[in-house]
């Protein structure tokens, strides 16, 4: 990156001196991320990844930092094609499947084909940049809302060939060919081989998309610079503008979608040949939206970006699967929240006394007018939770009583945020608080697969909130 | 090519007729533009100036008639062809690449050129014609002014190093003073070897530092003639001077 600062801006300047002033581990933080280079973070990312199964021999977190690699590299794939070119591409992750597919007829007895990876794997780029293509040519003619619509049609389309393709009746075959193995998928897959080495355990896996993702960061962080990569910000940034200064816009247009297609095909078949199988149902929409997910978390043509935002969306909703972790993400974002976003701080500390006051009052009440409405608190493994529960009051019918909070809770959160007067506002956020923690108790860590989503859709919101434009994304500068 | 004298036809429309859908824009508009010329394009709003400029790039195709360029028929080349050849355009609202640095869209003028040490001096002349630019190299094109905007767009523009500039009303929302210094720039630009053809409303300005000037009113050239002789037509001045 070039230092160069004539002619700094004045708000770059600005930003530079706050930077250079920040204190503690933040200013540390800032200061040493400006001063790494970018291939300097690529050794730490590569370093830190492969130190993993040193420390840890859990195949469930290496399982988790493997998905998290390919989801990366499949989310590079459409940050070249969303973030770089600005096309609304959704169909993307039929490229994934077309991947995978091929993976399958190349690596398998359903076809009786089997090619080792290393050779299989450019037929397989050059296939899926080549329908990458296809789709692309006559999509490009149309501009935003309609590509995405469009696209997201060739997305449907492939699950639903893939469902339905089992009885085709073929010139030279006397009965119907089976042609993808139908709802139940391909199975068998042979391993991935790569010049002689098999890989056969997660962490071979997990090695190699680790790699992968590596070395798709290098090319696509290259492209980006390249004259091409710089041809597709002006198109994203003003088509009329860029194609009154020569730019081919077609030709660039389709560039992006053959190239983010092969990307995507290329990850289909490292996800296909770690799954073993490939099933329609892997290529769907939930997909899609994880990816997209992605890259907009992350900030919308952001390489760091991509890998902050895969970590997030794919360990997140994997890590809150256990309870007790989850109790204590949620009182800890509790925590860091009221910190961040009350001032002064010794306000902070007052509320969470009178908060634990209104609780030992509210308990006393109850149990002098009903002992027999209060249920023994559960205990579990968590310290955190296990205090929180012998001081709250769980009702017997925790359910439903749950339910009527959680309505309660929304009313009181959208009073709270009308109130101007700080000392009213501390005062409303006492019961408040304690209905949350009651909602959290009763309702939401009884139900850790609603919770989890639950969990991931307030992360997305309050993320877009501080940072609309992701959390590494530039901000766009528009014209007006 | 054609010579007139002896002056060289750098740009030629022949009865040219442009279509929004059904609409007839341009009816059967022709002129010419000698190298080495300051012309200028006068017209009310919604004249068909734009639509002009934008047939000449090849952004819009004309249904009829031809676009002759350095001797060459090139209505049916695509813009990109055009640029290659030698046009560049200034176009209407300055159309800059906002969240690309001063630097970055200066480089997308050159986005055809493959000539490393011409386009470094081009670059050097520009910042020279420009010291503005140079201060604010790494500024976001969109954080400019409105009159840097304006320095910004042209300076993109003959980063291709045009044998023919197109300028859309680059007088546009800029302050009178700055007008003035912009058409100054632009004589000077002019006066260094490059063929301009200029849109402009402000047609006073225009006419002070133009050659010649054509008139167009609803897609069809009115008049033409040199630009003192249109400063002083009578006509012109009731329409446009308004004096
Ligand atoms: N893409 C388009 N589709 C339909 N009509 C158009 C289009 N572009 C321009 N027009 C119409 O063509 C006519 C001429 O437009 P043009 O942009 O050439 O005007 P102009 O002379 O540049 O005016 P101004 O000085 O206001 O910029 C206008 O009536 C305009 O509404
Ligand atoms: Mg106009």
Redesign the interface.
Known sequence: M?Q?K????Q??EQYDQRVNKAKGLQGFIARTSQRLPPWGWLIVLVAVGALLPVITQNNFAIRIAGNIALMGTLALGLNVVVGYAGLLDLGFVAFYGIGAYTYAYLSSDFSGVHLPTWVSLPIIIVISALFGLVLGSPSLRLLGDYLAIVTLGFGQIFVQLMTSLTRVSLPGHERPVDLTGGPNGIINLDKLSLFGFTARTVTDHYLILLVVLAVALLVIYHLNRS?IG??W??LR??E?????????TRRLKLQAFAIGAAVAGFSGALFAGWQGSVFPANFDTTLLISVYAIIVLGGLGSLPGVVVGSIVMVAAPDILRDVTLAGTLFYVGVLVTLIGAIRPRWQTALLIGLVVVFGVIVRLIVGALDAQALAEPQLSNSLITNTVRSWLIIPVNATIIGNYAFGLLILMVLGVSRIKHSVWRLAALVPTLYVLIFVWETRLSQEPSVTRLLFVGVLLIVLMIYRPNGLLG??????V | MSNNGTKTTLLRLEDINTYYGPIHILQGVSLEVFAGELVCLLGGNASGKSTTLKTILGIVKPASGRVVFNGEAIQNQPTGYRVERGMAVVPENRRIFGSMSVLENLEMGAFLRHDRDGIKADFERILGLFPRLKERLHQLGGTLSGGEQQMLAMGRALMSRPKLLLMDEPSMGLAPKLVEQNFELIQQVNQQGTTVFMVEQNANMALSIAHRGYVVQTGRIVLADEAKNLLDNEQLRKAYLGR
């Not at chain 1, 004539?6 to 801006?9: A, K, L, N, Q, Y």
């Not at chain 1, 530039?474 to 014209?479: D, N, S």
């Open positions: 070039s160069n004539i002619g700094v801006d708000w770059v004259r710089r041809a910000r002006a940034e003003d009329l503008a860029a194609e009154a200064m020569g730019m081919p530039q901000k766009r500068v528009e014209i």
